[in-house]
């Protein structure tokens, strides 16, 4: 029920600030125009990404899927905190993100450790919460995984996705 209910308010929320607060121009490319990408690009993985998951690139928000290809968190509430926690520590700032951690935090205590452990991995990460990644959809996913994170921090990221609750 607490899942369903920040759900429910990330889902209200989103078209709210997109429309009111988000100032970013939208990408204007589709899911099946991703999937044209060559098969080891970024990109393509985006595209994968939205097939395998049922969805479309949310205008102006594009970059939050392409946060969890490179990241490989999932789509459920938790992992959706987690990811936010994860670019807190890698240095992003925004309204929208701070209020999902908040209301995870205060909903969905039991994965306290889960979002720490997603904080500090961002935190050790290098930057990338900055980049243009609708100009970076050509390049080798791989490769700029690798630019990113370090192959101990990747094995970490695939441990840290199965949230064992406190």
């Not at 990109?43 to 970059?63: A, S």
């Amino acid at each position: 029920m607490r899942k369903k209910l920040i759900a429910y308010l990330f889902d209200m929320s989103q078209a709210v600030y997109t429309k009111y607060f988000k100032k970013s121009e939208p990408w204007g490319i589709s899911k099946k125009e991703l999937l044209t990408y060559p098969k080891d690009s970024y990109g393509y993985k985006i595209g994968e990404f939205l097939m395998q998951n049922g969805f479309e690139l949310f205008p102006k928000v594009e970059r939050h899927d392409a946060y969890h290809v490179l990241t490989g968190f999932g789509t459920k509430v938790e992992d959706e905190i987690a990811l936010q926690c994860l670019c807190l520590g890698n240095g992003k700032k925004s309204l929208y993100m701070f209020g999902a951690i908040f209301l995870g935090v205060i909903i969905l205590p039991d994965y306290l450790n889960y979002y720490y452990k997603a904080y500090k991995m961002g935190k050790s990460a290098n930057q990338f919460y900055h980049f243009n990644f609708k100009n970076l959809l050509n390049v080798n996913y791989e490769d700029f995984k690798a630019l990113i994170f370090t192959n101990e921090q990747i094995n970490q990221l695939i441990n840290t996705q199965n949230p064992i609750k406190l």
